[in-house]
């Protein structure tokens, strides 16, 4: 297998970012991880500026002020894309929903897959500690994807995936407007048409251990428009 870099994107995850970074490192000795903060107020950038040190294939993309989930992982994108050394992109939050522990699994499932996503909508995945509206609002928002966008992914808002670069070049990333939880559906409906394959594994996401959510209801009101968007600008 050709060189992977997982991305981290970190708005105030300073009291996540060396220990999540740790726990990838348990089970992935040699890939390059790419944290994307966009000038965190609470020194994350810092934080990592200093793992640095010790681990030399650890980097950092500062970006200049808060703008979002969606265009973090964008900018992120562009920069590992331009280098053309790059086979796999693993997308991985900071806040220990997604558990670094499933990245073997993924790994062996990316064998017939041009895409693995970390589901939690699967037989043997699901959320633990999550509030009850959280769990429905998630639940809800996956079963209306599908159904408007056609797509045969049961975790179409999951943010736990594993990309090929190939795949992702053809697929015209950069117009993706969406920010939030509507920039995930956007991403895994642009690989698919691009003919993706894509695979499910069940992961188990807990609520995130420490620091604050970014949710918002304008995240909530962009997915709900989200897949209509898409329908109207004909890429359904
Ligand atoms: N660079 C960057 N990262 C962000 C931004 N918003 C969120 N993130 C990071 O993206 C990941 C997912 O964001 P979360 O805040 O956990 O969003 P969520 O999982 O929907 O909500 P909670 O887990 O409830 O907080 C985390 O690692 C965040 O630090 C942003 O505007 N810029
Ligand atoms: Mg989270």
Redesign the pocket.
């Known amino acids: 297998m050709g060189k992977k870099v997982i991305i981290?994107?970190?708005?105030n995850?300073a009291q996540n970012i060396a220990s999540i970074i740790e726990r990838v490192r348990v089970y992935d000795k040699d890939s390059s991880i790419l944290v994307?903060?966009?000038s965190s107020p609470d020194g994350t950038a810092r934080i990592v500026t200093g793992l640095m040190t010790n681990d030399s294939k650890i980097s950092l993309l500062l970006?200049k002020g808060?703008?979002?989930?969606g265009k973090?992982y964008l900018h992120a994108f562009k920069e590992v894309l331009m280098k053309n050394e790059t086979e796999w992109i693993q997308m991985l939050?900071?806040?220990f929903?997604h558990d670094p522990k499933y990245l073997p699994a993924i790994l062996k499932a990316s064998n017939d897959a041009d895409v693995v996503i970390g589901s939690r909508y699967v037989l043997g995945g699901g959320t633990s500690g999550w509030p009850f509206w959280r769990r429905f609002l998630s639940k809800f928002a996956n079963f209306y994807c599908k159904v408007i966008t056609g797509m045969p992914v049961n975790d179409a808002t999951a943010?736990f995936i594993f990309m090929r670069t190939r795949i992702m070049r053809e697929a015209g990333l950069d117009d993706i407007k969406s920010r939030g939880h509507a920039f995930q559906v956007e991403l895994k409906y642009r690989l698919w048409k691009k003919g993706a394959r894509i695979v499910e594994i069940p992961v188990v996401l807990p609520?995130?251990h420490l620091g604050n959510?970014?949710?918002s209801k304008g995240i909530i009101g962009e997915a709900v428009w989200a897949p209509w968007k898409m329908r109207l600008n004909k890429l359904i």
């Open positions: 981290i994107p970190t708005y995850e994307v903060d966009d970006r808060k703008e979002g989930l973090a939050d900071a806040d929903s943010g609520n995130r959510s970014k949710m």
